[in-house]
């Protein structure tokens, strides 16, 4: 069984930035065998996703998503985390990781049905 738990989220002011963090249990990242990553849902809003990590280690990013965020892993943690510079009130949403089911899951692979097991989500707020 696959967990994924999710940290670092929290409150920011408009500008700063934040690191979320996720680790798993019942599956490696290191292992490099599934396509990773982030999405976020926030309010009255479809979950979109962030940024995904494939196997060969290539990261992809949405267009909107390309300037801001930076998605990487930890080998010797054994991490996911991204990374979001000069944050904005839009990024206020929940965050969750995800493991696909999918080795690679850039482009038009990036959706909610080719990702298999979901983080239960952290809340990132932030202020003006």
């Known amino acids: 069984q696959v967990q994924l738990q999710e940290s670092g989220g929290g409150s920011v002011q408009a500008g700063g930035s934040l690191r979320l963090t996720c680790e798993a249990s019942?599956?490696?990242?290191?292992?490099?065998?599934?396509?990773v990553g982030w999405w976020r849902q926030a309010p009255e809003k479809e979950r979109e996703g962030v940024a995904v990590i494939e196997v060969n280690g290539k990261p992809y990013y949405p267009q909107t998503m390309r300037d801001r965020f930076t998605i990487s892993q930890d080998n010797g943690k054994d991490a996911l985390y991204l990374q979001i510079d000069n944050v904005k009130p839009e990024d206020s949403a929940t965050y969750y990781c995800a493991v696909s089911n999918l080795a690679y899951c850039g482009g038009n692979y990036f959706t909610q049905n080719f990702f298999r097991y979901w983080g239960q989500g952290i809340q990132v707020t932030v202020s003006s």
């Open positions: 019942g599956y490696s990242f290191n292992s490099r065998k599934f396509c």
